[in-house]
């Protein structure tokens, strides 16, 4: 079946930091790959997407790469702010299966 | 607009007590899903509707009742909870119940069974 692997966290980071949270997949057919963010008492919001491999999602200074080869979809910021500040979740959808897959989530907190 | 409400925020019921929760979306989508979060968890898929059909129940007990009165609402029945099932329940609609398509998130309802 499919599965999600993230990082385990927490992670602290000092402002303007450079960020990588891993994650990897295991899945049966050709699927589309997420991050979700969420802040504290909060739903969850879409941060990126990729829905092939090679495509690179980007949205507010993140970035992730669908890289098939490596079965890998890590997340990318190159200098962090306090409101980033987060739980973030690797996810995926393999096509025509209605659910989505999540990791466990890591808890990010970026310290001033 | 890639908006999902909610309401209520915040929910605390007794054990005796009949409660719903409204989900609404008006981006066109025709799926919409029911998700149960506990504290430091991701969230656990409880049920889909496909085009106002009920396609997945993920072996959710009784005490829960999801309704699709059309495919811009979603409505969850509680009735007889434990204080087990106190956590955030978050509503997700997406394109369809098919595709690829990434699934749009409410900001949750807060629920506590006393």
């Known amino acids: 079946g499919d599965s999600v692997t993230q990082m385990e966290g927490p992670v602290t980071l000092s402002e303007e930091a450079f960020l990588t949270i891993n994650c990897t997949y295991t899945a049966t057919g050709y699927p589309s790959l997420f991050w979700y963010v969420q802040y504290p008492g909060e739903g969850l919001q879409l941060l990126l997407k990729a829905t092939k491999a090679d495509d690179k999602g980007s949205n507010k200074g993140f970035e992730a790469t669908y890289r098939k080869e490596t079965t890998s979809f890590h997340l990318e910021k190159g200098s962090v702010q306090v409101s980033d500040s987060a739980v973030y979740f690797c996810?995926?959808?393999?096509?025509?299966?209605?659910?989505?897959?999540f990791g466990t989530g890591t808890r990010l907190t970026i310290i001033p | 607009d890639t908006e999902v409400t909610q309401t209520p925020k915040h929910l605390v019921m007794g054990m005796t007590n009949k409660k719903s929760l409204k989900c609404e979306q008006h981006m066109g989508h025709r799926a919409m899903y029911w998700y149960k979060q506990k504290a430091k968890k991701p969230p656990e898929l409880m049920f889909v509707?496909?085009?106002?059909?009920?396609?997945i129940n993920e072996s959710v007990p009784s005490r829960f009742s999801p309704e699709c009165p059309n495919s811009s609402l979603l409505n969850l029945h509680l009735h007889a909870l434990q204080p087990e099932d106190s956590a955030l329940y978050l509503c997700a609609s997406s394109q369809d119940g098919t595709g690829v398509g990434e699934q749009y998130f409410g900001p949750g309802t807060r629920l506590t069974v006393t």
């Open positions: 509707y496909s085009y106002e059909k009920l396609s």
């Open positions: 996810a995926l959808r393999d096509f025509g299966n209605e659910k989505l897959t």
